[in-house]
């Protein structure tokens, strides 16, 4: 089935267009699946196999088990944990634009399905769920251009799974911001230094949500932000990670 997907990478974007309303099909192969991606699809997704335990960054095979990053050990970020199962590469990431800028739910939710039959045992490592999770907010005028946040919609779907609630109102984005494109990681995080305002209570347990965690720059931005407004117990949820470089 890799085989079939890597075959399949050219037709993609048109092969998920024409099934996009079928229903009941596998996004990636038209086999039948309830859950929009058969099994032996979900088989073949990159799973993120040696994941930074406490940021998710991709590390070497020879890392050890659980082991940290050079950036979390050097500035420990305010969240503990991150789930983020698997790469953003070939499926995943044509999967995950497809949902975000063609705003195709039918290419999203087999993901969101796909994350909690992944995920299911790792979701409350302490013992306890979160209370609330939080979308990652767009700029404000992004997201009255796009018409749509997919970590809202993420939210939305886990939220409705795991019989969570999730708000979209306790963090926003505030300030005049530079677009994230194009710069270096430093100058990320200055651009990003204040750019989280966290209105109303925060419980203490919290994940933060979002498609994909790419420097991982927006979520400790955030996780600052929520930790300053009194969140004891800060978690990311994300489809997947950007390996470094
Ligand atoms: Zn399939
Ligand atoms: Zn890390």
Redesign the pocket.
């Known amino acids: 089935?890799i085989k079939g997907l890597r075959a399949l990478s050219t037709h993609f974007p048109p092969l998920v267009n024409r099934v996009v309303d079928a229903g009941n099909l596998?996004v990636?192969?038209l086999?039948p699946?309830p859950t929009g991606?058969?099994q032996?699809?979900f088989n073949a997704l990159p799973v993120n196999r040696k994941p930074c335990r406490r940021c998710a960054l991709p590390l070497p095979a020879s890392a050890p088990e659980a082991a940290l990053c050079g950036d979390c050990q050097a500035r420990p970020p305010h969240f503990r944990h991150t789930i983020a199962p698997w790469l953003y590469a070939f499926p995943v990431d044509q999967m995950i634009s497809g949902y975000k800028y063609r705003r195709q739910p039918s290419l999203g939710h087999p993901l969101v399905l796909a994350w909690l039959a992944q995920c299911g045992t790792a979701l409350a490592p302490s013992g306890d769920l979160p209370q609330l999770l939080i979308p990652t907010p767009m700029r404000p005028w992004r997201q009255r251009r796009r018409g749509f946040n997919q970590a809202e919609d993420i939210a939305e779907q886990l939220g409705r799974q795991l019989d969570l609630p999730w708000s979209a109102s306790t963090v926003r984005r505030v300030g005049p911001q530079q677009p994230q494109a194009g710069l270096q990681r430093r100058q990320r995080l200055r651009n990003l230094g204040t750019a989280f305002q966290v209105h109303g209570p925060v419980p203490d347990r919290v994940a933060i949500v979002d498609d994909v965690m790419t420097t991982g720059a927006t979520a400790r931005a955030m996780a600052r932000a929520l930790s300053r407004a009194g969140a004891s117990d800060i978690q990311v949820w994300a489809l997947a990670r950007t390996p470094l470089g």
Do not use: E, S, Y
């Open positions: 089935m596998c990636a192969c086999d699946a991606l058969c032996a699809c």
